[in-house]
């Protein structure tokens, strides 16, 4: 079962579980229903719904549930418009995933998608394993307590869960609420042959990670035995660092000059402010120890858009 | 309103709540009715009630609300038993209150009694304001949530509040189902006249705070204008270390060699267990810094006893 199964990430996990002859059934959840080609596998149900709804989670994680990947969130922009809607799906909706979790017969694995939102305040210029979590915005909050209840259930021995921090995940087919939102955009549009506004200026550092070494991630998450995790079921993931200048570079090489002057600085005062309290850098050694790793570069993750977009238009000829 | 209000610490901050004129009423609230003699002031309002209630949360707090002081919670071995009820209590109970401040017309003061249980795992040897949380028990769990989510509401202008991280508090006046419990007995019972068993071994260290050093913290946290607590509203307070054998000696100093053979030796192997995953010190640079005080040492905290059961006694003739 895959909540968020219609999102970005959902979909692409789906499709690499999909290719395991293991997987015997997939539910695919997500308030959204997916409007794209479907899968066309008969091992795949699609529900739509609200994960805020008690027996409408009970209901798809049965008794034959061994995984959960609980990736279904409203995102950082979104939870701090609408506070409510974000502590009932964020926060009552992971409550109501591990609940569904603990009534089975054995406890299921779980792979829960957190953020490195959960990091804020004074932040270090390096975080790392023991880097406190002062999130500032109320999404990190969810996220944070997310992660405090799934270590907890973990240790009572209700569900078998972990917990990965993700940086900005790139390229997203399409923009959504995050106000990240602009690190897919500035390479997506320019490379689509279209112009892209870049709110920040070419000094902001992000943290990225490209789809498919995140799907890499949950599947090694989900693949590690739980003991591997130690005392607390949390884990920051590798990132590689880049400037926009390091992007716009990498637009450059991927698609010559004409697609990396497709970017237009369009300054916007209030994205400047929250990406400057982002982590710059990352040092996951806990992480690397169990095997994850980062995106080689920027360019590597560059290169797996236009990939998949060049994979795209030949599926579409 | 205080929640919490027939407890230990409860009971005292009400005492020194009522010393004040400009205390126009206070209520307190608790699941269990306070049995002993009641304060006896008009001002006060006792209620008993669930605080996993909405309803009942709601209209204890209410329009003339500017403070809530909200202790009340099922403590570490209680939530370790029964983790459905520490949920309730602990974190729902925790959001309920959080809901009906929002609700007022003005952001109330709130001081939230959070503990040490924040911290688990491999701990360092000395706890400090940047010491990541990974609690080990539901109790730890659902307290870094309730500041977590206590940091965010502050943010978000819902509330003004502010989390108090406690040490272990004594001597408390009856035992009670925290696995602390026994740094009380063995303190009470002895200069009480009465034996006392301690469970862990004589090196076996603890970080303390006398009562009345925890009342002065909750009233300094509750004058403290909100800005001083920064990004976050969590504060690690000072605290005594001190070992067991630390207190047999304080014992003895204050009843004489009579007192300290009172205290007998009987090993529980999981009090232990829990007891050597306890921070052995504490270093409170910014709790320090806004004017909270750890109590001078252990003499000073068996001294207050002393004092308050003198003057009882006095009090009784």
Chains 1, 2 share one sequence.
Not at 11 to 31: H, I
Not at 204 to 221: F, G, K, P, W
Not at 269 to 297: C, H, N, Y
Request: proline fraction near 5%; aromatic fraction near 6%; glycine fraction near 8%.
């Amino acid at each position: 079962m895959i909540t968020g199964g219609s999102g970005f990430i959902g979909r692409r996990l789906a499709g690499r579980l999909l290719q395991r002859t293991d997987v015997e059934r997939l539910t695919l959840f997500d308030v959204h229903p997916y409007r794209g080609t479907p899968f066309g596998d008969e091992r795949v149900t699609e529900v739509s719904g609200d994960i805020s709804d008690v027996a409408t989670v009970g209901r798809l994680i049965d008794a034959g549930t061994t995984s959960v990947f609980h990736l279904g969130a409203v995102v950082s922009a979104g939870a701090e418009a609408d506070f409510d809607l974000g502590m009932r799906v964020n926060l009552d909706g992971t409550r109501n995933v591990l609940e569904a979790c603990r009534k089975l017969p054995a406890p299921p694995r779980l792979v829960f998608g957190s953020s490195e939102a959960v990091y804020g305040g004074n932040l270090p210029a390096v975080i790392d394993d023991d880097t406190p979590l002062y999130p500032q915005t109320s999404y990190g909050t969810q996220k944070a307590c997310g992660e405090l209840l799934i270590s907890d259930y973990s240790r009572k021995g209700f569900v078998d869960g972990r917990s990965l921090r993700f940086p900005t995940i790139i390229v997203r087919p399409e923009p959504n609420l995050a106000a990240s939102t602009f690190t897919s955009t500035i390479v997506r549009e320019p490379l689509l042959g279209r112009t892209a506004a870049c709110p920040v200026n070419e000094n902001s550092v992000m943290t990225l990670m490209s789809v498919n070494r995140v799907v890499d991630s949950i599947l090694l998450a989900h693949e590690l035995d739980g003991s591997a995790f130690g005392t607390h079921r949390s884990l920051l993931l590798p990132a590689v660092s880049a400037s926009v200048r390091d992007m716009i570079e990498a637009v450059r090489r991927a698609g010559g000059n004409e697609a990396a002057q497709r970017i237009v600085m369009q300054p916007d005062p209030m994205i400047q402010r929250i990406v400057d309290t982002w982590p710059r850098a990352i040092s996951a050694a806990r992480a690397e120890k169990l095997g994850f790793q980062a995106d080689d570069d920027i360019d590597g993750i560059v290169a797996t858009f236009v990939a998949e977009i060049s994979h795209s238009r030949t599926a579409l000829r």
